[in-house]
């Protein structure tokens, strides 16, 4: 309440400041909270600069167990290498959603981007963390020698 007066009184430059100051706009309008409770993390980098982030947590609910504690579990929800949709909140699981059944429970999974990756909670370790691509401990000389024959004929003709 104090923010919004703020930003009345000073006819929107307070706003300003607290775009530009991200560490103040946390403080001023957010609570402490624990990581794995928290809607907006604020992060600072490491060089020399030392600037600060402001990040907000998304909720998304994917069906059926935790799919960080078992990779194998993902294999049945990826279709032709790509994920099907995951509901934004539990009122979009609806009856005549593909991948709704009354056995498969929604799990919930927290997310936050920052400068173009998506961490994602990990209760395993009790923090956020990237997911590692296909490309991690591949040298390029097996990722060309594995992929520069093209098509066999079979996969072709098919």
């Avoid at 530009?20 to 600072?44: I, M």
Wanted: include cysteine; proline fraction near 5%; charge should be negative.
């Amino acid at each position: 309440v104090l923010v919004a007066v703020g930003v009345l009184c000073t006819g929107g430059f307070l706003l300003l400041l607290l775009y530009w100051l991200p560490k103040w706009r946390v403080k001023a309008t957010c609570t402490r909270r624990t990581l794995k409770d928290c809607d907006v993390v604020l992060l600072r980098t490491t060089d020399e600069f030392k600037q600060w982030f402001c990040a907000k947590v998304r909720i998304r609910f994917c069906p059926g167990t935790d799919p960080f504690q078992s990779p194998e579990s993902m294999t049945n929800k990826v279709t032709n290498g790509h994920a099907s949709h995951l509901p934004e909140s539990p009122s979009e699981h609806i009856e005549d959603h593909p991948m709704n059944n009354a056995a498969v429970p929604l799990h919930e999974v927290r997310s936050f981007v920052h400068h173009s990756v998506t961490y994602f909670w990990n209760d395993l370790h009790q923090a956020f963390s990237s997911l590692g691509g296909l490309d991690e401990g591949v040298s390029c000389s097996t990722m060309h020698s594995e992929h520069s024959q093209g098509l066999s004929t079979e996969i072709h003709d098919y």
